[in-house]
C-alpha cells in the first residue's frame, strides 16, 4: 500500500503562483509513476503531470506547459506541483497518485485525498 498526503491548496488571484505538495509512504517502490490529477466542477479528472522517482519527468498537459513544474525530492519521498500564471480555469481539486506504469486515464493505483485550488479573475 501506498499512502498519499497532499497540502499546499488554496484561493488566490489570477496569475499568482502556488505550490503542492504530496508526500508519499508505505510502499513507495522506486518504479512507481507519481502524477498530479485536477478535477474542476463537471468536468472529469484529468492528469496533468508526472515524473517518475528517477527524476525523468514523463508528462505535461498541453493547458500547463511553460507553467507548471512538477519536481521530487526522493530522501522526503514527495513529489511538488509548481503552479505560475494561474488561471481561473485551473481552477479544481487537485490529487496526487501513484501508478506502477505511466497512463494518462485516472484509474491509477494510489490516490491522496485531494486539495482545493481556487483562482479568482
Known amino acids: 500500500q501506498v499512502q498519499l498526503v497532499e497540502s499546499g491548496g488554496g484561493l488566490l488571484q489570477a496569475g499568482g503562483s502556488l505550490r503542492l505538495s504530496c508526500v508519499a509512504s508505505?510502499?513507495?517502490?522506486?518504479?512507481?509513476?507519481m502524477g498530479w490529477f485536477r478535477q474542476a466542477p463537471g468536468k472529469e479528472r484529468e492528469l496533468v503531470a508526472a515524473i517518475r522517482w528517477s527524476g525523468i519527468i514523463t508528462y505535461y498537459a498541453d493547458s500547463v506547459k511553460g507553467r507548471f513544474t512538477v519536481s521530487r525530492d526522493n530522501a522526503k519521498s514527495a513529489i511538488y506541483l509548481q503552479m505560475n500564471s494561474l488561471k481561473p480555469e485551473d481552477t479544481a481539486v487537485y490529487y496526487c497518485?501513484?501508478?506502477?506504469?505511466?497512463?494518462?486515464?485516472?484509474?491509477?493505483?494510489?490516490w491522496g485525498q485531494g486539495t482545493q485550488v481556487t483562482v479568482s479573475s
Open positions: 497518485a501513484a501508478n506502477r506504469r505511466m497512463s494518462s486515464s485516472d484509474t491509477w493505483d494510489y
Open positions: 508505505g510502499r513507495t517502490y522506486s518504479s512507481y509513476v
